[in-house]
């Protein structure tokens, strides 16, 4: 192992390209010139992050995700990084504007995100564009997730740490899903559902398993 190669053994990425540069447009020179140590797929290694952006547009799941942020909810960032993960459609904040970001580790810069201030501007919005808006909490008439036929276009909808979905989120929901535990918490934390949420519509239309 060379001396450099050595210094960099721990970091994520790659060092400067070796050898000619592509001249696919796609590719950053400054990102060819001192090495790319972003947290990015091999497969767009040294891209502008433009053209990482519109890749994944391309293939974009129909499934968007959205949470509710009165009281800046700490889960918000983990939540933009799995729907980053998965590549949701759109993530969408519902209630105040501002989040921190920190646990979304940049993923946000990839991932489309909408603020409504209320719900009734967000179940407007969705409703316009034909999503279905489906709650995810545990509500003593929620419909167990696991025995639910996820449609293909709908929003999966979250609550906070504490008081949950609010009441007008719940009356505004098609159905909320409720996600079986065995343990003694009632709940998990808002993150942790919305993975598990969001993975079970990865295996309904990208797997094709049906419940
Ligand atoms: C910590 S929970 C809120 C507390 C919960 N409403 C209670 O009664 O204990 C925060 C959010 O996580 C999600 N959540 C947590 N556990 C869940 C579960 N077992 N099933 C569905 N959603 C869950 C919901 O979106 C909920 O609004």
Redesign the pocket.
């Known amino acids: 192992m060379r001396e450099d190669d050595a210094a960099h053994a721990h970091e994520v990425g790659v060092g400067p390209w070796e050898g000619q540069w592509p001249t696919d447009e796609r590719y950053d020179p400054e990102l060819l010139r001192d090495g790319d140590r972003r947290n990015v797929l091999d497969e767009f290694r040294y891209w502008r992050h433009d053209a990482i952006v519109a890749e994944l547009d391309t293939r974009r799941h129909p499934f968007q995700v959205a949470?509710?942020n009165w009281q800046h909810d700490l889960?918000i960032g983990t939540v933009v990084r799995t729907a980053n993960a998965f590549n949701a459609a759109m993530v969408h904040i519902v209630g105040k504007r501002r989040w921190n970001r920190r646990g979304a580790m940049v993923t946000d810069k990839y991932q489309h995100v909408m603020h409504h201030p209320t719900v009734e501007d967000f179940v407007t919005w969705a409703h316009g564009e034909g999503l279905r808006v489906l709650?995810?909490?545990?509500?003593p008439d929620?419909v167990p997730?696991e025995r639910y036929e996820l449609p293909e276009r709908c929003v999966l909808?979250?609550?906070?740490?504490?008081?949950?979905?609010s009441e007008e989120m719940r009356a505004a929901s098609e159905a909320?899903?409720?996600?079986?535990?065995y343990g003694s918490t009632?709940?998990?934390?808002?993150?942790?559902?919305?993975a598990?949420?969001m993975h079970a519509w990865i295996r309904r239309w990208e797997f094709g398993q049906r419940v």
Do not use: K, M, W, Y
């Open positions: 949470i509710e889960n709650g995810v909490d545990i509500f929620s997730l909808v979250f609550g906070q740490e504490g008081p949950g979905l909320t899903l409720s996600i079986a535990q009632r709940s998990i934390n808002a993150a942790s559902a919305a598990v949420a």
